[in-house]
T-cell receptor, first 115, second 117 residues
Framework: GAGVSQSPSNKVTEKGKDVELRCDPI?????LYWYRQSLGQGLEFLIY????????KSGLPSDRFSAERTGGSVSTLTIQRTQQEDSAVYLC?????????????FGDGTRLSIL | AQKITQTQPGMFVQEKEAVTLDCTYD???????LFWYKQPSSGEMIFLIY??????QNATEGRYSLNFQKARKSANLVISASQLGDSAMYFC??????????????FGQGTELSVKP
């Protein structure tokens, strides 16, 4: 497709379960970002990929959160042993480059609800 | 550290009128970029406009313009001739322009704009 694709669009799971969120960036975009949006915290940066490497993981809130990117394309964000405070919308964005005037283009997000 | 402040949680504007959404920022970087995004109730984040810190002129994109006052560290978004479809949350964001900063966006808390018919 033409835009950033995220799946699933909605995920409801029980506390303690692991979840995997997927992001398919715009073709040719080398930079990929994960953000989290919640009512109390606004939009928070989680992790940045350039190609398959993650030079900036500073936003991951705990070691329960991990992410990878393969083939310079698809990325997955994994949350282990989910907690209720993990409930949020997880947004993925991609851009042609990580510098300059290149805007980040966002997917529609995954709404994660932890019961 | 970089910080974005949007002091207007909610704004109302009459259809066809212009509206200004405020954004102030704080950074010690000499080179940076400022972005505005629109988020309708459906949830997608839509890029609207960009202003680079060294750009001599204010950015414009159709009905959107950015009133950039570098000395005041403000980057207000002006929407002219408001339309009902402009009702949404608007976010101001900033990123450093150095390669080693990775380009992550720092967002403000957002302003919810409601356009009245």
């Amino acid at each position: 497709g033409a835009g950033v694709s995220q799946s699933p669009s909605n995920k409801v799971t029980e506390k303690g379960k692991d979840v995997e969120l997927r992001c398919d960036p715009i073709s040719g975009h080398t930079a990929l970002y994960w953000y989290r949006q919640s009512l109390g915290q606004g939009l928070e940066f989680l992790i940045y990929f350039q190609g398959n490497s993650a030079p900036d993981k500073s936003g991951l809130p705990s070691d329960r959160f991990s992410a990878e990117r393969t083939g310079g394309s698809v990325s997955t964000l994994t949350i282990q042993r989910t907690q209720q405070e993990d409930s949020a919308v997880y947004l993925c964005a991609s851009s042609l480059a990580s510098t300059g005037d290149q805007p980040q283009h966002f997917g529609d997000g995954t709404r994660l609800s932890i019961l | 550290a970089q910080k974005i402040t949007q002091t207007q949680p909610g704004m109302f504007v009459q259809e066809k009128e212009a509206v200004t959404l405020d954004c102030t920022y704080d950074t010690s970087d000499p080179s940076y970029g400022l972005f505005w995004y629109k988020q309708p109730s459906s949830g997608e984040m839509i890029f609207l406009i960009y202003q680079g810190s060294y750009d001599q002129q204010n950015a414009t994109e159709g009905r959107y313009s950015l009133n950039f006052q570098k000395a005041r560290k403000s980057a207000n978004l002006v929407i002219s001739a408001s339309q009902l479809g402009d009702s949404a949350m608007y976010f101001c964001a900033m990123r450093g322009r150095h390669y080693n900063q990775g380009g992550k966006l720092i967002f403000g808390q957002g302003t919810e704009l409601s356009v009245k018919p």
